[in-house]
């Protein structure tokens, strides 16, 4: 544990390893609250396997010539791409409270069978707040079932909302640039230079 915590790589590589196990806690809490719980514990089960991979992952970059600039860049980019999506839940975890006072017009118009009430959220809160995309398929799955059936909805339609607020903006794309970049960093330290 102390050589991990001493080399800088080795413990880059651990938190790089222990994204996904945020990521499937975060999801869990998406869905159905008590499944974060067994996600966490699922998650911390795999972590040893998701550490070999990305300890070969590494090394694969590491050891690649540097003329294989064409194999690091799909590497790269697979990278980047995986971090984006894995960023989705942790953001929705993140603004949890934010999703729901974003959503609670909707749901409470659907609960009341009033849909002529006015669901968008007081200006004093967030500001201006986009009505695009729709809540339309979460109310219509909450209205067929219950609010928590639909809440995955709600989350991921507030989730794609946040990115056209400005105030939630820089957050948003901060917690998205950590997620993937933090293994892109991990990814460029150890490629291999002119130098070495």
């Not at 040893?48 to 690091?72: K, Q």
């Not at 209205?143 to 909805?153: F, K, L, M």
Request: glycine share 6%; charged share 10%; aromatic share 10%.
């Amino acid at each position: 544990m102390r050589s991990t915590l001493v080399d800088p790589v080795a413990a880059c590589t651990a938190v790089v390893a222990s994204i996904p196990v945020v990521a499937l806690g975060a999801l869990g809490s998406v869905v159905w609250k008590p499944l974060a719980v067994l996600a966490v514990a699922w998650g911390i089960y795999r972590y040893p396997r998701w550490h070999r991979i990305v300890v070969g992952g590494r090394e694969a970059v590491a050891r690649s010539e540097r003329s294989a600039r064409s194999f690091r860049l799909q590497l790269y980019g697979a990278v980047v791409a995986l971090g984006i999506v894995v960023s989705f839940p942790i953001a929705q975890a993140f603004f949890a409270n934010d999703l729901r006072a974003m959503a609670a017009p909707t749901i409470s118009a659907v609960e009341a069978r009033a849909p002529d009430v006015d669901q968008t959220i007081p200006p004093a809160i967030y500001g201006d707040s986009p009505t695009v995309p729709s809540y339309w398929g979460c109310s219509a799955t909450q209205y067929w079932t219950n609010s928590a059936i639909a809440w995955p909805c709600y989350s991921s339609v507030g989730y794609l909302r946040l990115w056209q607020m400005r105030a939630a903006f820089p957050t948003v794309l901060g917690l998205t640039l950590l997620v993937a970049a933090l293994p892109l960093a991990l990814m460029w330290h150890v490629r291999p230079t002119a130098r070495g």
